[in-house]
């Protein structure tokens, strides 16, 4: 049995986001960890229309090829980081296009979030997408990095300077996810 792979999806698509700074930075960190194999999806190279699906995705009858190659993707994951922004104390249209074009394929997997904004660190959206994936069966971990003022952490070539607070969080949402991604593997076989 070789390394779970984790992917770290980037829940925004806006010009100039802050979530490709925020991904590359935990990617990283995730590669350095050691516990996966990482993936960075990045969902503006998804590039998936608003959801055209004809029939239910619980049902895994895909037509249009953008489907098939999404679904293939995610199946292929052992664990995730959503890395997102909160528009309007939510989370992107996009981030959840993604997850709604599929139902099984995020099943039984878990999944850590990484936020960012304001005062309140993109939590609020956090919030939000913890009652869509628990209704996917996905199992959302306590640890999270929250990013408060994110903009202070940016460095002038676009890279996030991460302190010690955003460094530990991430090494501990790993952890758990390293923890749990084997375990819910089983349930997923079955």
Avoid: C
């Avoid at 209704?135 to 010690?164: C, F, H, Q, S, W």
């Amino acid at each position: 049995m070789g390394q779970p792979t984790l992917q770290i999806i980037i829940g925004s698509t806006r010009p100039g986001r802050v979530a490709l700074p925020v991904a590359r930075w935990l990617r990283d960190r995730a590669v350095a960890h050691g516990a996966f194999q990482v993936e960075l999806i990045d969902l503006a190279e998804v590039n998936l229309p608003f959801l055209d699906e004809p029939n239910h995705p619980r049902l895994r009858q895909y037509v249009h090829p953008h489907t098939k190659e999404w679904s293939a993707t995610v199946e292929r994951a052992d664990a995730f980081v959503f890395v997102t922004p909160e528009y309007n104390h939510g989370f992107s249209a996009v981030l959840k296009n993604a997850i709604d074009y599929l139902h099984q394929e995020w099943l039984y997997k878990p999944v850590g979030f990484a936020s960012y904004g304001g005062v309140s660190a993109g939590t609020r959206a956090v919030q939000m997408l913890k009652q869509v994936v628990t209704g996917l069966k996905m199992m959302p971990v306590a640890e999270a990095v929250t990013i408060p003022y994110v903009n202070r952490y940016l460095g002038d070539d676009g890279r996030l300077r991460p302190n010690d607070v955003m460094n530990q969080a991430a090494d501990a949402m790993l952890s758990e996810l390293a923890r749990l991604a084997p375990a819910l593997k089983g349930l997923r076989a079955a």
